[in-house]
């Protein structure tokens, strides 16, 4: 018990200094090469209906796309190893293998009872490290993963990305999952009181950043004990310079503020490394079920003084 | 009274006992006090030939009080005249035979152990003093006219605390040597002349331990002059134990920890159990890890008070321990091999021993720091009955909401607190019956609001981390020691944890225990050479509990952060039992071996298993300074709750099982040093390890999460050279040479334990300057701890994070850890009260010790994550 309190107490005091400083780069900060999402248009896809898979990419020259899927993989320590073979899938199940390009399409012809007979057997074999044991209540959890290779100043770098899909066994349609979506991004001067969005940014000014995102975007599903419950909503505020307040901002249903989601701070400070001309932001919108929307946005940047 | 020329010896009452000299087992509770003192005549050929001398003897106190034995140690003379003794034939002038006889009629009252009447030895001198050369009008003793009256009475009291000091010679004298009388102060400290004549009278007033003091008093005619002397002790400190006894040799490897030993050591802040850590076999912790001793987790170091278990004794983050050090008498420290009469820590085992209350008057403290404030009180009620009471808060919270800015990303809605408070009451109507009550609680809490609670916690689901913990126990207990050789111990003691903890909203924790504890021990003295103990050790707690947390990492576990699997359950009155019966014998063999074989039956609720447990010490005493010891023990320990919980863990998980070997010598070739080495080894059996493996329970396949398949070993030695207080001057060094390693499976290769510290390296030392300034350091080197590199990185889409892919575990380490702690303390000593401020620097040479690694978002780069830079801490004490 005393492992728990400390684990505990660990845990409020790592909180606690998460605000310190530090020279690591800063995970909203894209510089170079990143992969920021994927996103799939359907995150709960239903028998036969064809899923797009795509990935928000940032620099990099040369991309080298592999995407696979896989029903039953290792944890991350493993780096997700497929650890069921194709063969053991039988007839009607698409290859593990997606394609090389951008994006992938997949569909899973499988009935809900090949699923559910499927995920049965799943459940059986041991569980990886770190991994959750397969929850078969609402259908199969399969992993899609991207090997993404790329050229940066010369050098070959790779990222590898994951993503669940749920095929979903169960009929209740309430479990169908759409993918949240961004209407407008704007950033306007602090305090300013024209009401006039601006069209480019200047060193050393704060900008107000507003999302425009509809509370209807937040769906209701049924949650483990069967009562209607609300999804969270994160948008992730990657930035290519300058300074913006909060990495992530979230709806939380438990504190019922709506707008806590949409509004951040952004200012490019005196001592920031940004050089360019054009400031570009990438938000992120995610729901806490696998849906994913982006928007980029640039705006010009007016020279130094 | 006494007149000086006859006697002219100053008794040095000497109650510091060469621990060497004294072979009790047991704790003395009552050292022995002079009761009747005894005039050694002063030798007809030393006074004529005008020679002073001083014996030192080592006496044997009996039960009764009385001097059975007496040992003759050292003698030495010094005379006035050199080339007159450089002629004589005479060898030691008769002092010793006339020390010796004087001896013989000393009357004490006896030292008891464990509340028992004990024979015990003792240093004693007498010195032998020249009277001044006598002038023919002026050796005469006053004219009585009459019955005697008091003209000239009074108190000797120990300056700063008030204590009452007995057997001080005092003496009353004519300043020109015509005239001199003696007193020697009773069981109240007092002291009285009678029918001295009106006038000036010198006055000199000594005891062993402290400053002699002078004073001049005037006598006057058909009255009494009262008056009261402060003397200053040699050394100050009102905690400073009297009689040090050899400690009990039931174990191999026992380290006692003194009060006066625990509280000026630097970067301890004086707390009792930091000081722990600064003992052989003790890893270095870092913040509120906890102990871990001799390859072993915290979690393997059961702490208790009195011999009844503390779960959560430290307060948040480490900073303190929840008892105060005033009330603490020792800190037993059993880093392995220990007594049948414990059991369930496969680590350590640290017993906390609390005061025996004899106060003489009203006494307490106030201690005011950066840290905290804190008050101690003690009282006695009746000359049987005395109360102390303690309390302590915490004002970090006071100096953070000043220190955090307004527009901060995190807000302290209740910042970091803790309180404690402690109450002991003690009842000891005869020799035979001794009661005592013991209460004491803690509080911790700690809340912060996060701006953008999702910027620490991708999977954040409310802004709020809170994390409160309190607890309170109550313990009563009862000893019952008739004159037969039987002493019987009674502890029962009723326990109340409480905790809660929730972050960001994925993770809450909430738990009620209530914990009653039974602890009975019988022991029964045969015969000189036997003693028997007998008893029952039983721990009983019911849980209610509500966790939604994924499954909390343990031992050579990496966090794991995205996909977590996150597990509810709850509980209403689950209970948990922990009960034992053990039996123990301790046997006196020829050739001073003492043989302690002892055996345990365990009993584990959960999956209704009886654990026999071997256990067996022995020790040689080759030589009066030189002991050599070894011993094995099993012990086991269950799961932790969580791992025998049927949603967390496993509920059909046995304890582990840890065979515990040790060998070492003790070494004192002075008074004041002592040597201890050990080395030792465990074996583990069943350790608890996670696994993927799947079970059927109700039909239905579910995960088993831990099974008892790991094993693993620990071995290293130990080196404790300690020079105790002796020319102002005392320090230790304490070295762990260690490997502790595990087999997460049979057949795995073996990894590095978490914990593994190869070298651990302390050196304490502290100097008593003049005019009571204390210089005190303390310098650690320890090895750095085992890491796990990282390869590369996955990117988890759906959590918006990374997780690591890690390379061989274990298989790295940081930096080694060195740092330097200075502590200054500057004592003013008033008649009736003293205060004391400090000045405690930890990390004087602001090391950079690396205490984890950083990583970046996608774990490409890393930084170095170094511990507290220097840190400077001034406090305030007053005592009375």
């Known amino acids: 018990m005393k492992t728990i309190y400390a684990l505990a107490t660990g845990v409020a005091w790592c909180a606690l200094t998460s605000a310190c400083s530090t020279d690591l780069p800063e995970y909203d900060h894209v510089e170079g090469f990143r992969l920021l999402t994927i996103a799939a248009d359907h995150p709960t896809p239903q028998k036969d209906q064809e899923t797009t898979v795509s990935a928000l990419v940032v620099g990099g020259e040369s991309l080298e796309y592999r995407w696979s899927w896989c029903p039953f993989s290792a944890g991350a320590f493993e780096s997700y190893r497929c650890l069921f073979p194709q063969d053991g899938l039988g007839a009607g199940w698409p290859s593990y293998e997606l394609g090389t390009s951008e994006q992938a399409k997949v569909s899973f012809p499988a009935s809900p009872e090949q699923i559910e007979r499927l995920c049965q057997e799943l459940s059986m074999l041991p569980i990886p490290d770190g991994r959750s044991p397969m929850d078969c209540s609402l259908g199969l959890s399969v992993l899609v993963k991207l090997e993404l290779k790329a050229q940066v100043n010369g050098e070959l770098r790779e990222v590898i990305a994951v993503k669940r899909l749920m095929l979903l066994s169960d009929p209740d349609t309430a479990h169908i999952n759409t993918n949240p979506q961004i209407g407008a991004f704007s950033v306007r001067l602090e305090n300013d009181g024209s009401g006039q969005d601006s069209d480019s940014l200047q060193w050393l000014k704060k900008y107000d950043c507003s999302l425009s995102v509809s509370e209807d975007m937040v769906e209701e599903y049924p949650d483990e004990m069967g009562l209607m419950t609300s999804e969270r909503l994160v948008v992730t505020w990657f930035r290519s310079g300058g300074t913006i307040k909060n990495t992530r901002t979230a709806y939380l249903p438990s504190e019922d503020d709506f707008t806590a989601l949409t509004k951040n701070t952004f200012e490019l400070e005196e001592e920031d490394k940004f050089q360019g001309d054009e400031m570009k932001f990438y938000l992120v919108l995610r729901d806490d079920r696998g849906g994913v929307s982006w928007m980029e946005k640039s705006y010009p940047v007016k020279e130094k003084n | 009274?006494?007149?000086?020329?006859?006697?002219?010896?100053?008794?040095?009452?000497?109650?510091?006992?060469?621990?060497?000299?004294?072979?009790?087992?047991?704790?003395?509770?009552?050292?022995?006090?002079?009761?009747?003192?005894?005039?050694?005549?002063?030798?007809?050929?030393?006074?004529?030939?005008?020679?002073?001398?001083?014996?030192?003897?080592?006496?044997?106190?009996?039960?009764?009080?009385?001097?059975?034995?007496?040992?003759?140690?050292?003698?030495?003379?010094?005379?006035?005249?050199?080339?007159?003794?450089?002629?004589?034939?005479?060898?030691?002038?008769?002092?010793?035979?006339?020390?010796?006889?004087?001896?013989?009629?000393?009357?004490?009252?006896?030292?008891?152990?464990?509340?028992?009447?004990?024979?015990?030895?003792?240093?004693?001198?007498?010195?032998?003093?020249?009277?001044?050369?006598?002038?023919?009008?002026?050796?005469?003793?006053?004219?009585?006219?009459?019955?005697?009256?008091?003209?000239?009475?009074?108190?000797?009291?120990?300056?700063?605390?008030?204590?009452?000091?007995?057997?001080?010679?005092?003496?009353?004298?004519?300043?020109?040597?015509?005239?001199?009388?003696?007193?020697?102060?009773?069981?109240?400290?007092?002291?009285?002349?009678?029918?001295?004549?009106?006038?000036?009278?010198?006055?000199?007033?000594?005891?062993?331990?402290?400053?002699?003091?002078?004073?001049?008093?005037?006598?006057?005619?058909?009255q009494v002059t009262e008056v009261d002397y402060y003397l200053r002790p040699g050394r100050l400190n009102r905690y400073d134990v009297l009689v040090e006894v050899e400690p009990a040799r039931r174990e191999v490897t026992r380290r006692e920890l003194r009060v006066e030993d625990l509280v000026k050591i630097p970067g301890t802040m004086g707390d009792p159990l930091m000081t722990v850590e600064n003992l052989p076999g003790v890893a270095r912790g870092v913040a509120s890890n906890g102990i871990a001793v001799r390859g072993t987790s915290p979690d393997g170091t059961g702490v208790y008070v009195n011999g009844v278990r503390i779960l959560n004794y430290d307060h948040i983050g480490g900073l303190r321990s929840v008892i105060p050090a005033q009330m603490i008498e020792k800190v037993d420290f059993f880093p392995g091999t220990y007594s049948a009469s414990f059991g369930r820590s496969e680590g350590a085992l640290i017993d906390v021993r609390l005061k025996k209350l004899a106060p003489d008057q009203v006494h307490g403290a106030v201690d005011v720091s950066l840290l905290d404030v804190g008050a101690y009180l003690e009282v006695p009620i009746t000359d049987t009955f005395a109360v102390a009471v303690a309390g302590r808060r915490s004002h970090i919270d006071v100096v953070l909401d000043a220190a955090v800015p307004e527009d901060a990303s995190i807000s302290l809605t209740a910042a970091p607190r803790y309180y404690d408070y402690q109450i002991l009451a003690s009842f000891r109507p005869n020799a035979n019956h001794t009661f005592q009550l013991f209460g004491m609680g803690s509080d911790d809490a700690m809340e912060l609001l996060f701006a953008d609670a999702s910027s620490a916690i991708s999977n954040a689901q409310s802004s709020v981390a809170k994390n409160s913990a309190n607890f309170q126990r109550v313990a009563f207990e009862y000893q019952y020691t008739p004159d037969n050789g039987i002493r019987n111990e009674l502890t029962l003691a009723y326990g109340r944890d409480e905790f809660f903890n929730s972050a960001f909203g994925v993770f809450n924790i909430g738990a009620l225990f209530h914990e009653f504890t039974l602890r009975e021990t019988l022991s029964w003295q045969m015969s000189k050479n036997v003693l028997l103990r007998a008893g029952l050790d039983g721990r009983n707690f019911w849980a209610d509990y509500d966790v939604t947390a994924s499954r909390p990492p343990r031992e050579g576990e990496l966090r794991v952060q995205a996909e977590e699997e996150f597990i509810t359950t709850k509980g209403r009155g689950v209970y948990f039992g922990r009960n034992a019966a053990f039996v123990e014998g301790e046997f006196s063999l020829p050739g001073n071996v003492l043989f302690v074989p002892g055996g345990r039956l365990e009993h584990y609720e959960l999956t209704d298993e009886w654990l026999p447990e071997a256990r067996a010490v022995a020790n040689w005493q080759m030589l009066p300074e030189f002991t050599l010891k070894g011993g094995v023990g099993i012990v086991h320990q269950a799961p932790d709750i969580d791992q025998s919980d049927i949603a967390f863990g496993n509920p059909a998980l046995s304890p582990q099982r840890t065979i515990q070997y040790s060998v070492g010598a003790q070494w004192k070739p002075v008074n004041y040093l002592d040597f201890d080495v050990a080395l030792f080894y465990k074996d583990m059996e069943n350790v608890i390890v996670p696994t993927g493996e799947l079970t059927q329970r109700n039909g239905q396949a579910v995960p088993l999460r831990y099974s008892n398949g790991g094993s693993g070993r620990a071995y290293g030695f130990e080196l404790l050279a300690k020079h105790n207080f002796h020319n102002n001057f005392k320090a230790w060094v304490s070295y762990t040479l260690s490997r502790s390693e595990r087999e997460n499976e049979a057949g795995e290769p073996a990894r590095l334990f978490d914990f593994d510290q190869t070298h651990i390296l302390t050196l304490v030392a502290s100097y008593l300057f003049p005019l009571d300034w204390e210089l005190g350091v303390r310098w650690r080197f320890v090895s750095g701890n085992p890491t796990t590199p990282y390869l590369g990185s996955i990117f988890v889409a759906d959590a918006d994070t990374f997780e690591p892919v890690p390379g061989a575990q274990n298989s790295s380490r940081l930096p080694a850890f060195h740092q330097l702690d200075v502590r200054i303390d500057k004592k003013w000593v008033f008649d009736t009260w003293s205060m004391t401020t400090y000045l405690s620097v930890t990390n004087a040479y602001n090391r950079a010790n690396v205490e984890a690694l950083g990583h970046s978002y996608d774990y490409r780069q890393t930084e170095e994550v170094t511990g507290l830079p220097i840190l400077p801490i001034l406090g305030i004490k007053g005592e009375f």
Not at chain 2, 22 to 47: D, H, I
Not at chain 2, 106 to 126: M, R, T
Request: hydrophobic share 40%; charged share 25%; net charge negative.
């Open chain 2, 1 to 222: 009274m006494r007149p000086l020329l006859e006697t002219l010896c100053l008794i040095f009452a000497v109650l510091l006992a060469p621990a060497w000299a004294v072979a009790q087992s047991g704790q003395m509770t009552q050292a022995p006090k002079l009761l009747e003192g005894a005039q050694a005549e002063y030798p007809a050929a030393a006074l004529r030939e005008r020679v002073a001398g001083k014996v030192e003897l080592l006496i044997q106190i009996d039960e009764k009080g009385a001097v059975s034995e007496v040992e003759l140690l050292k003698t030495s003379t010094q005379a006035e005249d050199l080339a007159l003794v450089r002629n004589s034939t005479i060898s030691d002038y008769g002092f010793n035979s006339a020390a010796e006889q004087a001896a013989r009629r000393l009357v004490f009252s006896p030292a008891h152990f464990d509340g028992e009447p004990a024979s015990v030895k003792i240093g004693y001198s007498f010195q032998f003093a020249l009277p001044p050369k006598p002038e023919p009008s002026s050796a005469k003793t006053p004219e009585k006219a009459g019955p005697s009256v008091v003209t000239l009475s009074g108190r000797v009291r120990s300056k700063g605390t008030r204590k009452l000091l007995v057997g001080a010679v005092v003496t009353a004298y004519k300043k020109n040597g015509s005239e001199g009388y003696e007193a020697i102060s009773d069981d109240e400290g007092r002291w009285s002349f009678y029918d001295l004549r009106a006038g000036s009278w010198q006055v000199r007033v000594e005891v062993e331990g402290y400053l002699p003091a002078e004073a001049t008093e005037e006598v006057l005619e058909a």
